[in-house]
């Protein structure tokens, strides 16, 4: 049995490749994120982190390396088997929520599912499932625009969680709450996170929320910071 969600192998990303403004911003990294497993990914602004993550989730690809989910290779996918993948192994959550503002938030996490071939009462008891266990329930039929800013990310959550990835990928997502909503957010996030199982890899800058997760890694330049990985 493969204990190992994720693994990303000497990823190395260049922009502008021939151009007097190349950018090289991976170099060769590799980490791997067990199952059940969250690791915290820590990189200030410029480091690489959404490329990083953007690549892990199969929304870019590598110009060198290699992405595994649930050991299986998925680096050179086609654009359908990759989108297929995206939808059924990895859930994303960003900084900000990206909810669908003329759907309520329990329609906003029963569409992903519809979109996989979920009935509309299993998708709907599902939902608010989801919504109970992060305590928005009672929010379930608002739209984004009446939640406040935690409860839109908790709905965002809700809705990466919809159909029961393996991976979840965050970038920074308590980062546009005030620190005592961000606390209590991300304490929303681990409960979701723990109680499915899943692995995840979390970027934040907030060392504090970092060090809640299983394992830290740090990324500095496009490259892990081998002395300050924990």
């Known amino acids: ?10 990823l190395k990303k260049a922009y502008n490749v021939g151009k007097p403004n190349e950018v090289h911003v991976l170099h060769g990294v590799s980490l791997q994120v067990g199952k059940g497993e969250v690791v915290a990914l820590v990189a200030p602004s410029g480091a690489g982190k959404s490329t990083l993550l953007h690549i892990a989730g199969l929304l870019d690809t590598p110009d060198a390396g290699t992405v595994a989910i649930g050991g299986e290779d998925l680096t050179n996918l086609g654009d359908r088997k990759r989108t297929t993948v995206r939808r059924n192994d990895v859930g994303f959550i960003y900084q900000f929520h990206h909810l669908l503002p003329e759907f309520s938030a329990l329609e906003n996490i029963v569409l992903p599912q519809l979109a996989n071939g979920i009935s509309q009462t299993e998708a709907e008891a599902h ?26 990310q908790r709905v965002a959550f809700c809705r990466a969680l919809a159909n029961k990835p393996k991976l979840l ?13 961000s606390d209590r957010v991300f304490d929303a996030l681990m409960k979701l996170v723990r109680g499915s199982g899943l692995s995840a890899l979390i ?4 060392f504090e929320l970092a060090a809640r997760m299983d394992r830290t890694i740090v990324l500095k330049d496009g490259r892990l910071e081998a002395g300050l990985i924990a």
């Open 127 to 152: 939902a608010l499932d989801l919504l109970t266990s992060v305590g928005v329930d009672s929010r379930a039929s608002h739209r984004p625009a009446a939640l406040s800013g935690g409860e839109q």
């Open 169 to 181: 990928l965050a970038d920074e997502p308590t980062g546009n709450l005030d620190p005592g909503t």
């Open 1 to 10: 049995m493969n204990d190992v969600t994720l693994k990303l192998d000497g």
């Open 203 to 206: 970027a934040t800058h907030n």
